[in-house]
C-alpha cells in the first residue's frame, strides 16, 4: 500500500510563530542547537549544529480522548521548506528506531510496533494502513515516545 508523509504543517507552525505562544499557550523561545542531531518535525530531518530551534507542545492529528495526547516536539524556530518527498519514508530519519503506532477513525489506538529503521518502517506503515480500519499512523521515537511526523493512505 502506498502511503502520504505528514510533517508538522507549515500552516500551523506560522499562526504559532505569529502569535509568539505554542498551542498550550507557552512562549516560543528560540533556541541554538549547539551539537545537532535533533529531530526535526516541520522538515523531518535531524538538525544540524548551531540551528535555531523551538520546542512546542503539539497536538498530533488522529487521535481522540484519552489517545488525544499534547508532547513536545522541536522544529526551526524560522520558516523552513518542510517535507516535500511525502510519498516517502523521510531519509533524514532513516537511521533511527522508531515506534510505529495505527490509530482507528474514531481515534483509537491499535497494532503498534518498533522498527529498526526507515525500510523496515515504510514496510510497517504500509502494512498496518491496509488493516481494516486504520486510518493513520503515527511514528514516534524510541527513547521518550515523542511523535515524529504521520502516515495516510495515499
Known amino acids: 500500500m502506498s502511503f502520504l508523509i505528514e510533517a508538522v504543517p507549515a500552516s500551523y507552525l506560522d499562526r504559532i510563530r505569529s502569535a509568539g505562544r505554542d498551542e498550550a499557550g507557552n512562549p516560543l523561545a528560540p533556541r541554538i542547537d549547539e ?15 548551531g540551528e535555531r530551534l523551538l520546542l512546542i507542545a503539539y497536538t498530533p492529528p488522529g487521535t481522540a480522548g484519552a489517545y488525544a495526547e499534547r508532547g513536545p516536539l522541536f522544529v526551526h524556530a524560522e520558516d523552513c521548506p518542510g517535507y516535500a518527498t511525502v510519498t516517502e519514508y523521510p531519509p533524514g530519519l532513516a537511521h533511527r528506531r522508531q515506534i510505529v503506532r495505527a490509530y482507528d477513525e474514531r481515534g483509537d489506538m ?11 518502517g515504510a514496510r510497517e506503515i504500509a502494512r498496518l494502513l491496509a488493516e481494516p480500519g486504520v486510518a493513520i499512523v503515527h511514528v514516534r521515537n524510541v527513547v521518550a515516545g515523542c511523535y515524529n511526523f504521520c502516515a495516510h493512505p495515499a
Open 35 to 49: 551539537e545537532g542531531g535533533t529531530p526535526l518535525r516541520c522538515c523531518l530531518r535531524e538538525s544540524l549544529p
Open 110 to 120: 491499535g497494532e503498534g510496533a518498533l522498527v529498526e529503521d526507515g525500510e523496515q
